[in-house]
């Protein structure tokens, strides 16, 4: 079977600073991700990172707190984790609509 040559695709992970250090960045990595963080002033060796692709950081996080306006996500009512996605899936369409 032909494989499609996502072998070499790097994900992005745009994280937060807090999470900027070795070991968290190594098994981003590992797992075929690629850790979009800033690193810390007062780090020695200062890894590059895409600037741009981290100031969409904010977008991430007025979506989720969008999301957790609706009560049902917040405290989590639902039992099985299908109809959890599938009320996740309404608040999404919801915040589109509005």
């Known amino acids: 079977m032909k494989r499609l040559g996502l072998d070499n695709l790097q ?7 807090a999470y900027e250090g070795n070991q968290t960045r190594w098994l ?13 002033r007062t780090r ?12 969409r950081r904010n977008e991430i996080e007025r979506l989720f707190g969008r999301i957790k306006r ?6 989590r009512y639902d039992k099985t984790d299908l109809m959890f996605s599938a009320f996740i899936t ?7 609509l509005r």
């Open 44 to 55: 020695r060796d200062p890894c590059e990172y895409d600037a741009d692709l981290y100031k």
């Open 28 to 40: 981003a990595q590992a797992m075929g991700l690629e850790p979009v963080v800033p690193p810390l």
């Open 90 to 96: 309404v608040t999404l369409i919801a915040d589109m």
């Open 11 to 17: 994900v992005p992970l745009i994280m937060d600073r």
């Open 70 to 75: 609706f009560r049902r996500v917040f405290t």
